[in-house]
């Protein structure tokens, strides 16, 4: 990709596969973000091609601070790409499978917040309208532990509409 610097493979499976990117400009700008890729195999078929440009159209609409933001939807030689915003932190995934290895549990104060911002975003995109005020019916089909982000500085964003 020659617009981001794919630093790192993050994740892979479903439709798509997600990599630690940076994008650089002039004078020793530097934005650490995400770039979702579909997969190489799927990139021919018309039918998963337009999965994947629905749920960008569709994150794209949603402008809340517990929703992961996108940036850009692109395609580079055949191979559609999402920018999106890189949150520093964890899955709740990751943190309740380190929280397993301690021993230890989620503090009621923490796993309560946590829901409650989730819950916030969750909320926003459900309800969210168009610029007539009719109802854009979205619903986010795959909230997991995976797609529960927790960043290190406490925020909580939901992600892969």
């Keep these: 990709m020659k617009r ?10 479903g439709m798509g596969e997600v990599f630690l990117a940076r994008s650089e400009g002039p004078h020793g700008f530097s934005k650490t973000l995400v770039v979702k890729r579909i997969l190489s195999h799927l990139a021919s078929d018309p039918q998963f091609v337009e999965m994947f440009l629905d749920e960008a ?5 949603l402008t809340h601070p517990n929703i992961v933001q996108i940036y850009e939807l692109g395609e580079e030689e055949g191979a559609w790409y999402i920018a999106m915003e890189y949150i520093h932190g964890r899955t709740l995934r990751a943190i309740r499978r380190e929280l397993l290895r301690k021993r230890e549990l989620l503090s009621p104060i923490f796993a309560a917040r946590i829901c409650s911002q989730a819950l916030q975003g969750l909320h926003y995109a459900h309800t969210l309208a168009d610029e007539g005020g009719a109802p854009l019916n979205v619903v986010h089909r795959d909230v997991s532990p995976d797609n529960v982000l927790v960043g290190f500085n406490g925020q909580v964003k939901v992600v892969d509409f």
Excluded: S
Excluded at 57 to 61: D, M, P, Q, S, T
């Design 57 to 61: 159209r569709l994150a794209a609409l």
């Design 4 to 13: 981001y610097k794919l630093l790192t493979r993050i994740a892979a499976g």
